[in-house]
């Protein structure tokens, strides 16, 4: 069983907007910090904006002002609103977050959804 599962990516025109969201499982006891993170072909991958459980939120400077990160922590969910959309924001976008269940706490990546931005 997954225990982070992303939908919402897409094929998108420059300057357009997408959102992103990911649900963790039903069976988590905790969740701390929560982010996004992407990877482009051939490069690696890289933050894109996190969220702890107290909605402090960090990005990475090629994304301010364009990308917004909320979660639902009655949910277990985080999004990204991601708006003005680039070529260069063009990868598989990754969610993750530090989840306790009975084995503890661990780090975990969900698949991976694409995102292209065609120019």
């Known amino acids: 069983q997954a225990q982070l599962v992303e939908s919402g990516g897409g094929l998108v025109q420059a300057g357009g907007s997408l959102r992103l969201s990911c649900a963790a499982s039903?069976?988590?006891?905790?969740?701390?910090?929560m982010g996004w993170y992407r990877q482009a072909p051939g490069k690696q991958r890289e933050l894109v904006a996190t969220?702890?459980?107290?909605?402090?939120?960090n990005y990475a400077d090629s994304v301010k002002g364009r990308f917004t990160i909320s979660r639902d922590n009655a949910k277990n969910t985080v999004d990204l609103q991601m708006n003005s959309l680039k070529p260069e924001d063009t990868a598989v976008y990754y969610c993750?977050?530090?989840?306790?269940?009975?084995?503890?706490?661990?780090?975990?990546w969900g698949q991976g959804t694409q995102i292209t931005v065609s120019s």
């Open positions: 993750n977050a530090a989840m306790f269940f009975t084995a503890g706490w661990r780090d975990y």
């Open positions: 039903s069976r988590v006891f905790d969740i701390n910090a």
């Open positions: 969220i702890t459980k107290g909605m402090r939120t």
